[in-house]
C-alpha cells in the first residue's frame, strides 16, 4: 500500500472513530475528540489539487547568473488560459510579473499604509484598521501591457505556429479583489483643490512607483488585501495591492505603503523610460491607462487536437478595459462569416468573461477566431488594424522584437485536416 493510501484510509478510520464518540454525552464527547483528533499533514489543513492535473505558469527568468550575485532578477509567468474553467483564475495559477525583485517578506501585523501630500489630514493605516472599514468584493482583469504582442515578453513563443493560449495571452488574469475603495479614503483624508494625481509606491526594494490621475483613484481604484477569499498571495502584493481595474498592470503596485497626493505626475522609473510605447515615426506614447477589448479561443486553440470530425463547444475568454463585455462573435472560416457566441454568468465590468459556441468540424481546414464588443461599443480590432494604428504594416508587427502596448488584435488559430490546431497570427 501506498504512503498516500494508507494516511487516507487512517484518516477515513479516525473519522468514523470520531462519529461513534460524538453519538456519546456531551461532557465525555469533546475531551475523547480533541485527544483523538488526527494529526491532519499540510495537504488537508489547506487543500491540494489532484496529483494528475498539471497545469502550472510557465515563463522565463532573466539572467538566472544573478541570483548567485545576489543581483535582481526579473522574470515573467504566464497563466494557462487553456486550462482554465469559468472566468477566474485560481490565485496559484494568477500570472506574475517581475521587474528584478523578490516579493518581499512583510509581516500584516507591522505593516502600515500611509496617505499623504495635498490632504487635509495625512492617514496611516494597519492592515487591520483597513479591514474594519466598508469593504467591497468585485471581479477584476490584471493585464501586464505587452501580453499578446509579438514583441512582448516571450515574443518568439508568441509568434510560433506552436503556441499555446498561455503562450500568446498568458500575461492576464481575473480574481475576485476584496478591500477599500480608495475613494473613501482620500475623501476621509481630504484631497485638496489642485490635487490632479497620485503616486502610488511598493515596499518591494525597488519601491516601485506608479502616477494615476486622481479621477481614476475616485472612481473604482482599489486598496485590496483578499484575493479570491483568502489574503492575496505573496507574490501578488500581500499584505496589500493597489487595484486600478480595466487599466495597464503596471498601475496596480503590489505590496502597497504608501500613496502620495499631488499636483503632478512623479515621472517614476516606469512611466519614464520603461513603459512609453515609441512608435515608428519617432514618438512615444506616454501615459498610457486603459486597455482595449481583447478576446481569445481558449478551446480549441493552438496545441491542440481534435481526435475526430464531430461536434465540439467552442470557448474562450473576453475582456476589456473599457467597461462590461455585451457581445463576442465567433468565425470558423477565417473572417468571412460570423454567429454570436453566449455570454455565461457573471458577466462584470473590467473582468474575464467566458463564452461558448457550438461548432461541428467537417475534417476539412479551418481557421477559428473570436471578436469582442464592449459596453462603450468598442469592437477589437483585426491585425491589420492594430498596424495602421501604429503606422505600419502587418510584416512590420511580423518581425519587430518591440513591444507594441495593448495589442489586442484578433487571435486565429488554423485547424488543419489532421485535427492539430496551431496559431495562425501571421
Given at each position: 500500500m501506498n504512503p498516500r493510501e494508507s494516511n487516507r484510509r487512517n484518516f477515513l478510520k479516525n473519522g468514523a472513530a470520531l462519529a461513534g464518540l460524538a453519538m456519546g454525552t456531551a461532557a465525555s464527547a469533546l475531551p475523547a475528540a480533541a485527544e483523538s483528533a488526527p494529526d491532519i499533514d499540510e495537504l488537508h489543513k489547506y487543500g491540494e489539487r489532484s496529483h494528475l492535473v498539471k497545469s502550472v505558469r510557465i515563463g522565463s527568468i532573466n539572467n538566472p547568473e544573478r541570483r548567485l550575485k545576489d543581483e535582481p532578477v526579473a522574470f515573467g509567468l504566464k497563466s494557462p488560459l487553456q486550462d482554465q474553467a469559468g472566468m477566474i483564475t485560481p490565485s496559484s495559477l494568477h500570472f506574475i510579473v517581475s521587474h528584478g525583485y523578490e516579493p518581499p517578506d512583510i509581516d500584516p501585523q507591522e505593516h502600515r499604509f500611509l496617505i499623504h501630500g495635498m490632504v487635509d489630514r495625512p492617514l496611516i493605516f494597519t492592515v487591520d484598521e483597513l479591514k474594519r472599514l466598508p469593504s467591497v468584493s468585485r471581479f477584476h482583469f490584471i493585464e501586464c501591457h505587452g501580453n499578446s504582442s509579438p514583441g512582448g515578453p516571450g515574443g518568439p513563443e508568441r509568434k510560433s505556429v506552436a503556441a499555446t493560449p498561455q503562450d500568446t495571452h498568458g500575461f492576464?488574469?481575473?480574481?475576485?479583489?476584496?478591500?477599500?475603495?480608495?475613494?473613501?479614503?482620500?475623501?476621509?483624508?481630504?484631497?485638496?483643490?489642485?490635487?490632479?494625481?497620485?503616486?502610488?509606491?511598493?515596499?518591494?526594494?525597488?519601491?516601485?512607483s506608479k502616477s494615476i490621475p486622481?479621477?481614476?483613484?475616485?472612481?473604482?481604484?482599489?486598496?485590496?488585501?483578499?484575493?479570491?477569499?483568502?489574503?492575496?498571495?505573496?507574490?501578488?502584493?500581500?499584505?496589500?495591492?493597489?487595484?486600478?481595474?480595466?487599466?495597464?498592470?503596471?498601475?496596480?503596485?503590489?505590496?502597497?505603503?504608501r500613496i502620495q497626493v499631488v499636483d503632478e505626475p512623479y515621472m517614476a522609473m516606469m512611466e519614464t523610460s520603461r513603459y512609453p510605447s515609441v512608435k515608428l515615426d519617432g514618438k512615444s506614447r506616454w501615459f498610457e491607462f486603459e486597455l482595449g477589448p481583447k478576446s481569445v479561443i481558449t478551446r480549441p486553440s493552438g496545441g491542440q487536437r481534435l481526435p475526430a470530425q464531430g461536434y465540439y463547444e467552442i470557448s474562450g475568454l473576453a475582456w476589456s478595459g473599457g467597461g462590461a463585455i455585451r457581445r463576442v462573435e465567433i468565425s470558423a472560416d477565417g473572417g468571412k462569416t460570423w454567429k454570436d457566441a453566449q455570454l455565461h454568468d457573471p458577466i462584470a465590468k473590467k473582468a474575464h468573461t467566458r463564452f461558448t459556441a457550438p461548432w461541428n468540424w467537417n475534417g476539412e481546414e479551418a481557421v477559428l477566431q473570436s471578436r469582442c464588443t464592449d459596453d462603450q461599443g468598442t469592437v477589437q480590432p483585426t491585425v491589420a488594424e492594430v498596424a495602421k494604428l501604429w503606422g505600419a504594416d502587418v510584416d512590420y508587427l511580423r518581425k519587430t522584437s518591440a513591444i507594441v502596448g495593448d495589442f489586442n488584435a484578433i487571435q486565429p488559430w488554423k485547424v488543419n485536416r489532421d485535427g492539430s490546431v496551431q496559431n495562425a497570427i501571421f
Open positions: 492576464t488574469s481575473c480574481s475576485l479583489w476584496t478591500g477599500v475603495p480608495l475613494s473613501l479614503l482620500l475623501k476621509e483624508a481630504g484631497v485638496q483643490k489642485g490635487a490632479t494625481w497620485i503616486t502610488a509606491e511598493g515596499s518591494d526594494a525597488s519601491k516601485h486622481i479621477g481614476k483613484a475616485l472612481d473604482d481604484a482599489l486598496v485590496a488585501y483578499g484575493m479570491n477569499g483568502e489574503p492575496i498571495r505573496p507574490e501578488q502584493g500581500f499584505p496589500l495591492r493597489l487595484v486600478t481595474p480595466g487599466w495597464q498592470g503596471i498601475n496596480n503596485v503590489k505590496w502597497l505603503h
